[in-house]
């Protein structure tokens, strides 16, 4: 004896509601995209799915996982899908379902309410070439690994590389005013170089950069994060002051090299944190040494400047700066980076990856601040 119709339906329904929205991650039955979802005397099922715009790339995905999912429920014997596309009053109702408010709320910065619980570091460095981008995606690939939900902003305007590093090749997705980061490796990625032209340079000015940092992190649909990192340009420029505006809740963390001199610069990108009343989370190290095949090091260089670095800092800023790691040469760094796939996971027992994962444990079991969070308290009765 067959199931009846009403059973058949709601488990149907209830297969949908496992499938996510690829670029969303929430319930496709959640955001309004499944029209109608009926099964025939034939035992096949046809979906009427809304895409949020015309040309998803992400189409065949979403194919696939339905008919994966409704396959599944007994007496299905076939899933048939008609894509179609939401009307623009939908994807109004989808972005003010996204937002948490009414249609007519303004973007904000989710990472700037006193609710957030989003811990926001911004990578720096006080120099170019000590390999930050290197460092941001390869940190933010290892939280990734370790179950944290994990964004990242490619702040450098200028010298944008970090969707190259990840290999996060796709265009994002507008959703009426909302856009959609492309995913790689479980991390969320905005930079500019998905809207520009092949490899054309961005000649821009101050207001224009603050304007697109704040678009990045306002406009940009992030859902909720554990981890947001941010590639900043190297020195204390106009982007280094947006974020600090933008974001007074960020935390910084100093890239370097051992090299003197560049320990002196970074130094000066620490600094910035007198003047904007940001924390240093720690120093970072890179490019400390090379192992040699018998085993020795060779401090191509020089040594020192990680630990110079974090404590003149500690002096400066009178607060504990620590030295987080030191990270060694290694070519497998540039080429994974090359490749599209960071060392953590190209390579995970390299020497270089192990220092990075060791980083990253640091940076995701750091206790949360209580400062300025509400604690729930209230006054005992007598």
Same mark, same amino acid.
């Given at each position: 004896?067959?199931?009846?119709?009403?059973?058949?339906?709601?488990?149907?329904?209830?297969?949908? %509601?496992?499938?996510?929205?690829?670029?969303?991650?929430?319930?496709?039955?959640?955001?309004?995209?499944?029209? $109608?979802?009926?099964?025939?005397?034939?035992?096949?099922?046809?979906? &009427?799915?809304?895409?949020?715009?015309?040309?998803? *790339?992400?189409?065949?995905?979403?194919?696939?996982?339905? #008919?994966?999912?409704?396959?599944?429920?007994?007496?299905? #014997?076939?899933?048939?899908?008609?894509?179609?596309?939401?009307?623009?009053?939908?994807?109004?109702?989808?972005?003010?379902?996204?937002?948490?408010? @009414?249609?007519?709320?303004?973007?904000?910065? /989710?990472?700037?309410?006193?609710?957030?619980? #989003?811990?926001?570091?911004?990578? %720096?460095?006080?120099?170019?070439?000590?390999?930050? $981008?290197?460092?941001?995606?390869?940190?933010?690939?290892?939280?990734?690994?370790?179950?944290?939900?994990?964004?990242?902003?490619? !702040?450098?305007?200028?010298?944008?590389?970090? /969707?190259? =590093?990840?290999?996060?090749?796709?265009?994002?997705?507008?959703?009426?005013?909302?856009? =959609?980061? *492309?995913?790689? +490796?479980?991390?969320?990625?905005? $930079?500019?170089? =998905?809207?520009? !032209?092949?490899? !054309?340079?961005?000649?821009?000015?101050?207001?224009?950069? +603050?304007?697109?940092?704040?678009?990045?992190?306002?406009?940009?649909?992030?859902?909720?994060?554990?981890?947001?990192?941010?590639?900043?340009?190297?020195?204390?420029?106009?982007?280094?002051?947006?974020?600090?505006?933008?974001? /007074?809740?960020?935390?910084?963390?100093?890239?370097?090299?051992?090299?003197?001199?560049?320990?002196?610069?970074?130094?000066?990108?620490?600094?910035?944190?007198?003047?904007? +009343?940001?924390?240093?989370?720690?120093?970072?190290?890179? =490019?400390?040494?090379?192992?040699?095949?018998?085993?020795?090091?060779? &401090?191509?260089?020089? %040594?020192?400047?990680?630990?110079?670095?974090?404590?003149?800092?500690?002096?400066?800023?009178?607060?504990?700066?620590?030295?987080?790691?030191?990270?060694?040469?290694?070519?497998?760094?540039? &080429?994974?980076?090359?490749?599209?796939?960071?060392?953590?996971? !190209?390579?995970? &027992?390299?020497? %270089?990856?192990?220092?990075?994962?060791?980083?990253?444990?640091?940076?995701?079991?750091?206790?949360?601040?209580?400062?300025?969070?509400?604690?729930?308290?209230?006054?005992? @009765?007598?």
């Amino acid at each position: 004896m067959s199931a009846p119709v009403s059973t058949v339906s709601d488990a149907i329904q209830a297969a949908l %509601a496992t499938v996510n929205d690829p670029e969303i991650r929430r319930p496709i039955t959640e955001l309004g995209m499944v029209r $109608s979802a009926e099964i025939g005397d034939d035992g096949v099922v046809r979906v &009427e799915l809304l895409l949020t715009v015309a040309g998803c *790339p992400l189409k065949d995905k979403l194919r696939s996982d339905i #008919t994966a999912a409704v396959g599944t429920v007994p007496g299905v #014997t076939g899933v048939e899908i008609e894509f179609g596309v939401m009307s623009p009053e939908q994807r109004q109702e989808l972005q003010s379902k996204l937002r948490g408010g @009414g249609a007519s709320q303004e973007p904000v910065i /989710p990472f700037a309410q006193p609710g957030s619980r #989003t811990r926001v570091y911004a990578v %720096a460095s006080g120099k170019g070439g000590v390999g930050k $981008s290197s460092v941001t995606v390869n940190l933010a690939a290892a939280l990734a690994a370790r179950g944290l939900s994990v964004g990242v902003v490619d !702040a450098d305007i200028y010298g944008h590389s970090v /969707p190259r =590093m990840l290999g996060a090749d796709g265009r994002p997705t507008r959703v009426e005013d909302m856009i =959609m980061p *492309p995913q790689s +490796h479980g991390v969320k990625v905005i $930079s500019i170089g =998905m809207f520009t !032209a092949g490899n !054309a340079a961005v000649v821009w000015r101050g207001p224009m950069l +603050h304007r697109a940092l704040q678009q990045f992190l306002a406009d940009v649909y992030w859902g909720e994060l554990d981890v947001l990192l941010l590639d900043l340009p190297p020195g204390t420029g106009d982007v280094a002051i947006s974020l600090a505006q933008l974001l /007074p809740n960020s935390e910084i963390l100093i890239v370097t090299t051992p090299q003197a001199a560049a320990a002196e610069v970074a130094e000066r990108a620490g600094a910035i944190a007198l003047q904007t +009343h940001q924390r240093v989370v720690g120093v970072i190290e890179n =490019m400390s040494w090379l192992e040699l095949p018998d085993g020795s090091r060779m &401090e191509v260089f020089g %040594a020192g400047g990680g630990q110079t670095v974090a404590e003149s800092l500690t002096q400066t800023i009178g607060a504990q700066v620590p030295l987080l790691g030191q990270i060694p040469l290694d070519t497998r760094v540039r &080429e994974a980076g090359d490749d599209g796939t960071p060392i953590v996971l !190209a390579a995970p &027992e390299s020497p %270089a990856a192990r220092a990075l994962g060791q980083i990253a444990d640091r940076l995701a079991l750091r206790r949360e601040s209580l400062l300025g969070k509400p604690l729930g308290l209230k006054p005992a @009765g007598r």
